[in-house]
């Protein structure tokens, strides 16, 4: 009798062992895909963080994203593309939860951007471009930044004389300034873009410098060169620089970003005479958000989001 009551008892405690083990759900460890309080790891490459206002726009997008509690990785490559690709790979290798273009033209990420898109890594563009495995890119309405400064470049040079453009093709944005901006002088009969010199990066104000220096030895008289279009604030202060240097007149520049520093040279009163802001930390914060309601879900309307930017001149 003994014997079978003690027997029972183990029955019974075995099955209310095994009822509580099966009622108790298990957890992924902290960190790993799908566990509780996850945090999510954002990697943004980028060829170009030796620009001023790529640097500032991904340190704007890596503070608002860290705010967010997301572990956020900046990697620059100086320029070197097929470097950029080999970062992208290794992004994916460690299998972030997206990843981030910051400038840089899609069209030489192929490689990268095809192995993201095999192992389901979203990525995103903060004005770099658009392309297949680029979910959305927002950037500055370039045509209207190419379309604005040349328009105002041409009106304070008279509708007439020789201009030149400071170009950078490899980044899809300036790309699309200097086309609207080529389009919109050609709008006014008696201007003639009588060279389009690619600036090189990193270095871009010295590279400048240095081509307006070789441009003003090959026009050497008051007249031959009116304006100067610059895609970018950077080489624009070069040109003002070695106009200055010269000793020239009668030559106006005209940059896009609105920089701090642009905004001190157009405030002189020199030839630097406007630029066109483009809202960088706006772009940050709205990827940002756009990132977080992917990771939530919830996928954009559009592979792409246009800001407009606002003139910066003397007045």
């Not at 990525?123 to 370039?142: E, H, M, Q, R, Y």
Request: glycine content about 10%; some cysteine; hydrophobic content about 45%.
């Amino acid at each position: 009798m003994k014997h079978r009551l003690i027997h029972a008892l183990l029955l019974v405690a075995l099955v209310l062992s095994l009822a509580a083990c099966t009622a108790v759900a298990p957890t992924a460890p902290a960190g790993e895909a799908g566990g509780a309080g996850q945090t999510k790891t954002v990697a943004v490459v980028t060829p170009y963080m030796a620009n001023a206002t790529t640097k500032y726009a991904i340190e704007q997008f890596e503070k608002y994203g860290k705010a967010k509690g997301w572990n956020v990785t900046v990697t620059d490559t100086n320029a070197d593309f097929n470097l950029l690709v080999s970062r992208i790979e290794d992004a994916v290798t460690q299998k972030v939860d997206a990843i981030v273009l910051g400038m840089g033209d899609p069209a030489q990420m192929t490689k990268g951007l095809e192995a993201a898109q095999a192992a389901g890594i979203p990525v995103f563009g903060l004005d770099a471009g658009n392309g297949p495995g680029v979910v959305l890119n927002i950037t500055s309405d370039n045509g209207q930044l190419g379309r604005e400064t040349a328009r105002y470049l041409a009106e304070a040079i008279g509708g007439k004389g020789n201009v030149v453009m400071f170009t950078h093709d490899p980044h899809p944005g300036v790309r699309a300034r200097a086309e609207a901006a080529a389009a919109e002088f050609a709008n006014y009969p008696e201007i003639t873009v009588i060279e389009k010199k690619h600036i090189e990066v990193p270095g871009p104000v010295d590279f400048a410098r240095s081509v307006t220096q070789d441009l003003l030895t090959a026009y050497p008289n008051d007249g031959d060169i009116a304006g100067i279009w610059a895609g970018w604030d950077e080489p624009a202060l070069g040109a003002t620089q070695a106009i200055e240097a010269a000793g020239r007149s009668g030559i106006v520049v005209v940059g896009i970003d609105g920089t701090d520093f642009a905004r001190a040279e157009i405030a002189k009163g020199g030839p630097f005479i406007a630029s066109i802001a483009q809202d960088f930390d706006g772009m940050a914060k709205q990827l940002a958000d756009i990132i977080e309601a992917y990771f939530n879900g919830e996928k954009p309307a559009s592979d792409s989001v246009q800001i407009p930017g606002v003139m910066v001149t003397r007045e």
